[in-house]
């Protein structure tokens, strides 16, 4: 049987992160915790093993500046096995799991972000698509934080871009109350970036609407999550992630914010 991490608070720590992908609508591009390393198979634990089913409203910023913000009712699941860990648009299979130590594979789908045929905005502009990306991370366990990092690229050949992430989430744990503040850096590469995050071609371009390059990107990214346990098999939470722009997002033609804010309220059902 494995071990499970000496670190308790952070047992606690992530239980209801996973409903922030619930679904396609969920764009929000941090990601809040090494959820698996903490999963037990009891009627006590905020993090259960197997799957857990609910639902959660989500509201958040839109990206671009012909989109409005919008108010998601939606349904969705989680799972947690014995190594592996699925999140709605993703999933990670640890490959190695100790008390100190963790390292996995990664794999997300990554929905589209701009139409055409949506806004009339966009008219001249390249749909930007679906793509399937994959990639390894690592977590340090530490008696304070889980401090992580992960790589991943697009494998589809849609944007041919990739991120690294740099994350650390700081739990506090009083009773079946989880408060935990996270932080981290998201690094996009150009053809990421470009792709998804504002740029724009020179194809694409006309007199309202400049060529744009974002270059490489460094997004830094703040979260805060909150969870309850109500029953044995019933869980609520709260959780919000800020992520501020890389200027040269932020300064992009299409791009109508200085950063990204989500904010989810979801209820869980333990099966």
Known sequence: MRR????????????????????????????????????KDNTTSPIPKGLVLGGAVI???ARYEAQKNETYVIPGAFYFGN????????????????????????????FGNLDPDDEDE???????????EAGVGGTLITPYALLSARISSDVTGRSNGQELLLWA????VK??????PG??????????????????SKNEATASRPAWDTGTTFSPMTALITSYRFSSKWVGMFAAN???YDKDIADSPIVQHNGELYATVAVGYIW
Not at 122 to 132: I, L, Q
Not at 169 to 172: R, V, Y
């Open 4 to 39: 499970q991490p000496h670190f308790a608070p952070a047992r606690f720590a992530t239980a209801f992160c996973p409903l922030l992908l619930l679904s396609s609508l969920a764009h929000a591009e941090v990601d809040l915790g090494s959820l698996e390393l903490f999963a």
């Open 59 to 61: 509201n958040g910023t």
């Open 83 to 110: 190594n592996l860990m699925y999140l709605g648009d993703r999933a990670r299979y640890y490959f190695h799991l100790d008390d100190t130590t963790a390292a996995y594979a990664y794999g997300r789908f990554r």
């Open 122 to 132: 966009f008219d001249g502009m390249d749909k930007r698509k679906s793509e399937f």
């Open 169 to 172: 989430d700081f739990p506090i």
């Open 175 to 180: 009773g079946k109350l989880l408060i935990m």
């Open 183 to 200: 932080m981290g850096m998201m690094i996009r590469s150009s053809n990421m970036a470009n792709y998804y995050f504002g740029g724009i």
């Open 242 to 244: 800020y992520e501020f």
